[in-house]
Each structure stands twice: as C-alpha cells, then as structure tokens.
C-alpha cells in the first residue's frame, strides 16, 4: 500500500520560498507519475505541477511557470516541489498524490486527470503567504 506524506509548508511573506517534499512509502519511484495540487479556500482543489519519474519529465500550470519546479529524488523516494518568487494567491494546503506506471499520457491535464481518479494521496501541508 502506497503512503505519502508532504511536508515542507509554513508561512512566508510576498516574494519569499519554501520547499515541499512528499515522500513515498511501500514502494519504489520507479515508473510513477507524481502532482501536487493545492486546495485554496473557496476553490477546488488544481493540479499545480507533475512530473514522471521514469524520465523526470515536469508539467506545470500556467500560473506556476518559472516560480515553482519539481522534481524527484528516486532514491529517496521523494518529490519536491520548490516554491519562489511566492504570492498571498499561492496560500492554499498542498498535497501530494501518485499513481503507478506505464505512464503514456503527456499533457498536465491528463496527468491531473489519472492522479484524482486513481492516485494514492498523502495529507496535505499548509502554505500561507502574507503580503
């Protein structure tokens, strides 16, 4: 059984970073493909950024573009999400989800898509950004 946990969230000001982590347990990141999504109050829940770990391939949305990156760490199972250049619009609790490969769909939707479907997710962790 497939356990994430996220963590990595707190407060930071307008402009300020932080970094995610969500980390896997009861298996191995070798083909999975991995989002984080993040649930702001009052809106449902988006997909924000995925990535393959077969070939660390990284989606985004278009809000997030050249602000957050993503990334994993296979060996440690883990998956990173850098948040910069932070804005009072990003606070929301973020969480992790997984799904297990062959991964053949290409696009952030689809990703987003197979994950809410048919992904196991972790609890989530709250980022607030003061302005």
């Known amino acids: 059984e497939v356990q994430l946990q996220a963590s990595g969230g707190g407060l930071v000001q307008a402009g300020g970073s932080l970094r995610l982590s969500c980390t896997a347990s009861g298996i191995t990141f070798d083909d999975y493909a991995i989002g984080w999504f993040r649930k702001a109050p009052g809106k449902e829940r988006e997909g924000v950024a995925c990535?393959?770990?077969?070939?660390?391939?990284?989606y985004y949305e278009d809000s997030v573009k050249g602000r957050f990156t993503i990334s994993a760490n296979n060996a440690k199972n883990t998956v990173y999400l850098q948040l910069n250049a932070l804005k009072p619009e990003d606070t929301a609790v973020y969480s992790c989800?997984?799904?297990?490969?062959?991964?053949?769909?290409?696009?952030?939707?689809?990703?987003?898509?197979?994950?809410?479907?048919?992904?196991?997710w972790g609890q989530g962790t709250l980022v607030t950004v003061s302005s």
């Open positions: 989800a997984a799904v297990r490969g062959p991964i053949v769909v290409r696009t952030l939707s689809s990703l987003v898509y197979i994950l809410q479907q048919f992904g196991s």
């Open positions: 990535i393959t770990s077969r070939d660390g391939t990284a």
